[in-house]
């Protein structure tokens, strides 16, 4: 018996070139409504990629929420166990704990919503910051969530 296929919502040609857009926004020092670039090592290349986030702040710790799913680099942080957040020359080495716990994760992602949902609740399948806490539990499986530390130095 094959297991499930994870979700992921692959991005589209054109939100592709608008995340390389705010990926570059980001390095040049522009965070729109605090989005961040990630950096992080890829599991087969080696090689640093780079992407888009929104780091959430939740009761004093910081966190990176795959709307997406389990995409690419979600399978790189978790090999990688950490990575780099970038704002122009601010620059913030991180390591990341895995969010498994799915009440943990659902107070996590109701949070995450009522500040992002304008602009990932597509990907969250008709689930809202409304939603009831057993439905945000259910999508917390489709929803990688990493607590952010970051690395002094």
Do not use: C
């Amino acid at each position: 018996m094959n297991a499930p296929t994870p979700y992921y919502v692959q991005a589209s040609p054109l939100a592709t070139r608008f995340n390389s857009l705010l990926g570059k926004l980001a390095r040049m020092g522009v965070s729109l409504a605090g989005s961040a670039e990630l950096s992080v090592r890829g599991r087969k290349s080696g090689e640093m990629q780079r992407i888009p986030v929104n780091p959430f702040t939740h009761g004093g710790d910081q966190y990176l929420v795959s709307a997406r799913g389990h995409s690419q680099w979600v399978r790189n942080m978790r090999v990688a166990g950490g990575g780099e957040l970038r704002v122009g020359r601010k620059v913030s080495a991180f390591t990341v704990t895995e969010v498994t716990d799915p009440a943990e994760k659902a107070v996590v992602l109701r949070g995450y919503l009522e500040k992002w949902g304008w602009e990932v609740n597509r990907f969250f399948q008709g689930i809202t910051a409304q939603s009831s806490d057993a439905d945000l539990r259910k999508a917390s499986a489709d929803h990688p969530v990493f607590r952010i530390s970051v690395v002094a130095g």
